[in-house]
């Protein structure tokens, strides 16, 4: 396991981190809504069908961080040296899947 990103070497942007935000905070939104779903003793196809919706922005949200990682802190590991990072970069992508 690389230390690396414990820390990003290279900051986000202020935009990207903005971007990132925005994107979770809408899932909170929609786990949120969920909630309330619940309370309200809704339809369990309506209670699925947003659980699918946050599923796969959590999964969007994962692959930018992942596109990031391989872009900052994997490049720069690698340029250090440390050829062992691909190793946790391709645990990174089946935790992923």
Do not use: W
């Not at 659980?51 to 922005?57: N, T």
């Amino acid at each position: 396991m690389c230390n690396c990103c414990r820390t990003k070497h290279t900051p986000r942007s202020e935009g990207q981190e903005k971007q990132l935000q925005n994107r979770l905070n809408r899932m909170i939104g929609q786990l949120n809504g969920i909630s309330r779903m619940l309370e309200e003793n809704r339809y369990c196809g309506d209670i699925l069908t947003q659980i699918a919706a946050v599923e796969s922005a959590l999964q969007g949200f994962g692959y930018i961080i992942l596109k990031e990682h391989l872009e900052t802190c994997v490049v720069e590991e690698i340029k250090n040296g440390n050829e062992q990072i691909m190793e946790e970069a391709i645990e990174l992508v089946k935790k992923l899947k």
